[in-house]
């Protein structure tokens, strides 16, 4: 599943220069979220940008509840989905900074289940269908790259729709799955969709992470992601449960109805009593928090005279490690995407922007080049890149050149 930077077709404005950034620019795109949400296309948005070692520019608009009309406040609250996954990287890459674990290493090693795995000849056939010894290990590096043959269960196939059935068809049902194990033991009842390292196919892979750091630290996820990473960087709201008043300011997700109308999804994300604390998904987070998380990847690993990573850590975090499985222009590194070569890409950015997004249509981008961090807050699903294209844009336009 890989992320397509299409160019908007959008006349550019007089350019107004205050530091660095064109704010007709993105008082243009202000302009374009306030008309996605009179046009019932999104309920609310909150969006930032990050230039120079300050806060450029942000906005909040719209609203959280469509039903009570409740107002999208400044700094509210989201659920990640999926860019819970280069959190959940980072904590791997401390393991390997500290020399308890080695990219190369075997997976199975912390997760017998892997080891004899097979590959699926072909996916029309389903999960059940026949298939063939895998030829090689699974590595560490093969899980942070989305290259070990695990799936996500989120492309139009028969083995993944019935992978996501298996998996996900309860996804918010504190019922289903007691914790993390008893959902990844379920992805490990079906085989690899390809040999380890032959193919970049988006995956449940950061489950698996997960539960290495807890057996390897032997701390509990939650607890070892609080301890070594939301409390140096002073990521105070961001977890996997929210308390009684913060969960006042959870943005609820909204969908289409099948008469394409924007409304409350009747399926929300349990705030309180989660108990799988997943590398794939599960964290809330705030704008502000993730900025913190942001600011840190970009200062090489360091905010606030906290190191939480390794300079060399992070550059190598931020190379592309999948060579042209996604083609000539994007690649992914460990736990993002990277863009690699902007003479074959549409997206206005830098070479090294590195990227993620989730489910609910949140996003960011980090430019090393530029000196800049994007983020993008709203909850509806499915998703769609859209908002992806329009963010990146709208900020490479505001940049003085």
């Known amino acids: 599943m890989r992320i397509l930077y299409l160019l908007l077709v959008l006349g550019l404005q007089t350019v107004v220069a205050q530091d660095h950034l064109n704010l007709d620019q993105l008082a243009s ?8 949400i009179s046009n019932g296309q999104i309920a609310g948005v909150e969006a930032m940008v990050y230039h120079k070692n300050k806060i450029a520019w942000r906005t909040n608009l719209g609203y959280s509840d469509l039903n009570s009309r409740t107002p999208l406040n400044e700094n509210s609250l989201y659920f990640l989905q999926s860019m819970t996954k280069p959190i959940m990287s980072v904590a791997i890459m ?26 699926i000849d072909d996916l029309s056939t389903g999960v059940n269908g026949p298939t063939s010894k895998k030829e090689r290990s699974i590595t ?10 695990l799936s996500h269960g989120l492309e139009n196939n028969v083995f993944d729709k019935e992978l996501f059935k298996l998996m996900y068809n309860d996804l918010f049902d ?34 698996v992470l997960a539960l290495i750091v807890q057996e390897i630290s032997g701390q509990p996820i939650n607890t070892y992601l609080k301890e070594h990473i939301f409390t140096p960087l002073e990521m105070n709201e961001t977890g996997y449960n929210l308390t009684e008043e913060s969960a006042k300011r959870l943005m609820k997700v909204h969908l289409k ?49 906290k190191q939480v990573l390794q300079p060399a850590t992070v550059a ?37 922007q590195i990227y993620w997004g989730g489910f ?6 980090i430019d090393p080049a530029e000196d800049l ?17 329009a963010l990146n844009r709208h900020v490479y336009g505001a940049l003085q050149k």
């Not at 795109?29 to 996605?36: A, M, N, V, Y």
């Not at 007691?178 to 489950?207: H, M, N």
């Not at 998904?281 to 600011?295: A, E, R, V």
């Open 140 to 149: 560490i590096q093969h899980l942070l790259t989305h290259t070990a043959g």
């Open 360 to 365: 609910f249509k949140t996003h960011f981008f």
């Open 94 to 119: 401390q393991l390997v900074e500290q020399g308890r674990l080695s990219l190369d290493e075997k997976a199975s090693t912390y997760l017998p289940g892997l080891k004899n795995l097979a590959v």
């Open 29 to 36: 795109f202000e302009t374009f979220l306030k008309e996605e």
């Open 174 to 207: 504190p019922a289903v799955y007691e914790k993390l194990e008893d959902r990844v033991a379920v992805l490990l009842q079906v085989p690899l969709i390809g040999q380890p390292g032959e193919q970049w196919y988006y995956s449940a892979a950061t489950d």
């Open 373 to 389: 961090i994007a983020i993008f807050m709203t909850q509806k699903m499915p998703n769609t890149n859209e908002y992806v294209i």
């Open 316 to 352: 190598l975090m931020q190379e592309n490690h999948v060579g042209k499985l996604l083609g000539a222009s994007r690649g992914f590194g460990l736990g993002f995407g990277v863009l690699v070569d902007t003479e074959k890409d549409p997206s206005p950015a830098s070479n090294g």
């Open 257 to 305: 109805n099948e008469d394409d109308e924007l409304v409350i999804s009747p399926v929300q994300v349990p705030t309180q009593a989660n108990t799988v604390y997943g590398g794939t998904h599960g964290l809330f987070s705030s704008i502000n928090d993730y900025l913190q998380f942001c600011k840190m990847i970009l200062n090489e690993g360091e905010l606030n005279g």
